[in-house]
T-cell receptor, first 116, second 113 residues
Framework: AQTVTQSQPEMSVQEAETVTLSCTYDTSENNYYLFWYKQPPSRQMILVIRQEAYKQQNATENRFSVNFQKAAKSFSLKISDSQLGDTAMYFCAFMTWGGRDDKIIFGKGTRLHILP | GAGVSQSPRYKVAKRGQDVALRCDPISGHVSLFWYQQALGQGPEFLTYFQNEAQLDKSGLPSDRFFAERPEGSVSTLKIQRTQQEDSAVYLC???????????FGDGTRLSIL
């Protein structure tokens, strides 16, 4: 069974600083996707970034980048130049590629506060 | 529609009542998922549809939970004889399938008194 672990329940950083959220996962699969989702108080789950496991290059989306270490089963999210609007719950998530279904397995989340 | 629409946004029910939660996926999306999110936790998979076929219901916590998608678009999650532990946010997501990104609705917050 696949599991996703986020060891930081809550973090706070000052606006404009850089912050890194940690995530580890466990799987015996070789083909999979990893995601970071953002969930603000409005509850809508928003995809921040996606990484295909077969790609060695780390994914980036503007101020968001990941450090994907496949052998270590680690997938951290770096937010540069943090903004007040980045305040939210962040979930690391996993999905098997090419499986019978596409269900996503989520970690428990990290609550991130960006302080003015 | 432009996104996944869920209704109602909030639902309060007394223990023992039946409830029905609705999900309108993005038009043309073949895959539809239901997730349950307890307070302060990450979402947990409940069930998955490909068109009208329910391909995976392994996450449904008991036989009180039932989901359907009879015409391959709108889906309803029904919970019979609700219990307090059913209190959670129920999220619906849809995708084009084939590992395409899942788009989530705003969820229904269910409170069982």
């Amino acid at each position: 069974a696949q599991t996703v672990t986020q060891s930081q329940p809550e973090m706070s950083v000052q606006e404009a600083e850089t912050v890194t959220l940690s995530c580890t996962y466990d799987t015996s699969e070789n083909n999979y996707y990893l995601f970071w989702y953002k969930q603000p108080p409005s509850r809508q789950m928003i995809l921040v970034i996606r990484q295909e496991a077969y790609k060695q290059q780390n994914a980036t989306e503007n101020r968001f980048s990941v450090n994907f270490q496949k052998a270590a089963k680690s997938f951290s999210l770096k937010i540069s130049d943090s903004q007040l609007g980045d305040t939210a719950m962040y979930f690391c998530a996993f999905m098997t590629w090419g499986g019978r279904d596409d269900k996503i397995i989520f970690g428990k989340g990290t609550r991130l506060h960006i302080l003015p | 529609g432009a996104g996944v629409s869920q209704s109602p946004r909030y639902k309060v029910a007394k223990r023992g009542q039946d409830v029905a939660l609705r999900c309108d996926p993005i038009s043309g999306h073949v895959s539809l998922f239901w997730y349950q999110q307890a307070l302060g936790q990450g979402p947990e998979f409940l069930t998955y549809f490909q068109n009208e076929a329910q391909l995976d219901k392994s996450g449904l916590p008991s036989d009180r939970f039932f989901a359907e998608r009879p015409e391959g678009s709108v889906s309803t999650l029904k919970i019979q004889r609700t219990q307090q532990e059913d209190s959670a946010v129920y999220l619906c997501a849809s995708s084009q399938g084939g590992n395409q990104p899942q788009h989530f609705g705003d969820g229904t917050r269910l409170s069982i008194l």
